[in-house]
């Protein structure tokens, strides 16, 4: 299931992704040689028209080859027409930029229907646990009950409970409790404590000192709510990423966390095991992801590409091409040890987990 549920969540995304490219240039009126998931010796296929569909032996992404793709490929005067390389800065700016920001809308589309058919996953306010010398034991709170309301205004989920900690600012809260027999009025002040965020970064925060109950519900939600949400989750998973690869530069997040096919196999496996739902939610998550690396401005990257196009809309005159093989060599170089030290990562990390 493992590698079945990885290799359904990448190539529907390198799909999504090439797509993009495809139909976008198609719509330019430029050539398509190949249309390949997969790089590397072609495995099958079928050629329609001019354009050679093909699964091809390394499924670490795709590629759709065009006509004059380069400035330095040969094109004959027939096929100018055609050409990627002849087409307006804008057509190939819209082109390269087709790929991410298809992969945005797949986003974008998977998590409005995740939400409109299963609803908002929401965790409950019942306490699942208090923890040992905390306000909330102090206080008189047991494990099992449910947080009704905190100074008069109700809580409908856990989020709306911690929001109402937090805008405390350590001053006592009146928080109404449901108990097996009846409802409970408590005083709670809460504490402030410093803690570390996922970039190991120290912020201050109040608590009360309980868990969650693992109880969650699903919660309906209207088209508005779903287009809404889907557009917000999206967002919030661009920014996600945006702020690792930042924390990466700055040194705060250390590059050991960075994982490849290995990683999304296990993750997609654990996500399988709860159902179809949290599987198509990681496959958002890593279509956005897949977008953002994809516009960093790396050569041989679509970013790299947007970069030196904008260039070119910008002074009017293109990039020479020299400059462009070089830039591409010595970005072909940095993802070729990247995608080295990722693989190192993987198996190092599943090397350890057996060892454990």
Known sequence: MTLVSAIIVLGILIFVHELGHFLVAKKAGVGIKVFSLGFGPRLVGFKKGETDYRLSAIPLGGFVRMVGESPSDEVSPEEEAQSFAHKPVGWRLAIVAAGPLSNIAFALIVYFGVLLIWGLPTITTQVGGVMPNSPALAAGVQKGDKVLAINGQATADWGDMVRAIQKSAGKPLKVTLERSRGQKD?????????????????????????????????????????????????????????????????????????????????????????????????????????????????????????????????????????????????????LILLMVFIFYNDIARLLGAYAQ
């Open 186 to 334: 408590l005083t709670i002040i809460p504490r402030q404590e410093e803690v570390t965020d996922i970039f190991g970064e120290k912020h201050q925060v109040f608590r009360v000192g309980i868990a969650a109950s693992p109880e969650t519900v699903s919660r309906p939600v209207s088209l508005w709510e779903a287009t809404t949400l889907a557009f917000r989750k999206t967002y919030w998973a661009g920014e996600l990423i945006i702020m690792s690869v930042v924390k990466i530069i700055q040194a705060k997040v250390s590059v050991e966390n960075l994982g490849g096919p290995i990683m999304i196999a296990q993750v997609a496996s654990e996500a399988a095991a709860h159902g179809l739902a949290p599987l198509l939610d990681l496959a958002a998550l890593i279509s956005v992801n897949l977008a953002i690396l994809n516009l960093l401005p790396i050569p041989a990257l679509d970013g790299g590409h947007i970069f030196f196009f904008l260039f070119e809309a910008v002074t009017r005159r293109p990039v020479s091409v020299a400059t462009r093989e070089k830039a591409q060599q010595v970005g072909m170089v940095l």
